[in-house]
């Protein structure tokens, strides 16, 4: 069974830096889009930003633009994400997810990706 496991959140202050982590474990998957997602506390999950395989196009979040950049290394089934200036109201549950159909999408829609993470937790004091 394939798993998305993150790794590298932690306690920062407001306008440190920190870099996430998301690989695939287990025998070995195609999928054509991978994502980083949020969610905080009595919210709904977000859209952070996305990546797609086959085109190299990454999306982003307009609350993340210029700050967080998103990499991957498509043959490893891994993506990072490097998240700078951040703000408390980045404060948030981050999960890593994955498409495994070519079937073009929005790349923004959570329930446009089939596996999923289980999250790190990135918590950002003022």
């Not at 407001?14 to 695939?24: E, I, Q, T």
């Not at 969610?39 to 085109?55: D, L, M, Y």
Request: net charge positive; glycine share 10%.
């Amino acid at each position: 069974q394939v798993q998305l496991v993150e790794s590298g959140g932690g306690l920062v202050q407001a306008g440190d830096s920190l870099r996430l982590s998301c690989a695939a474990s287990g025998r070995s998957f195609s999928n054509y889009y991978m994502g980083w997602f949020r969610q905080a506390p009595g919210k709904e999950r977000e859209f952070v930003a996305a990546i797609s395989w086959s085109t190299g196009e990454i999306r982003y979040a307009d609350s993340v633009k210029g700050r967080f950049t998103m990499s991957g290394v498509n043959a490893k089934n891994a993506v990072y994400l490097q998240m700078n200036s951040l703000k408390p109201e980045d404060t948030a549950v981050y999960y890593c997810a994955a498409r495994r159909s070519i079937t073009l999408v929005t790349m923004v829609q959570s329930n446009e990706y089939d596996t999923w993470g289980q999250g790190t937790q990135v918590t950002v004091s003022s």
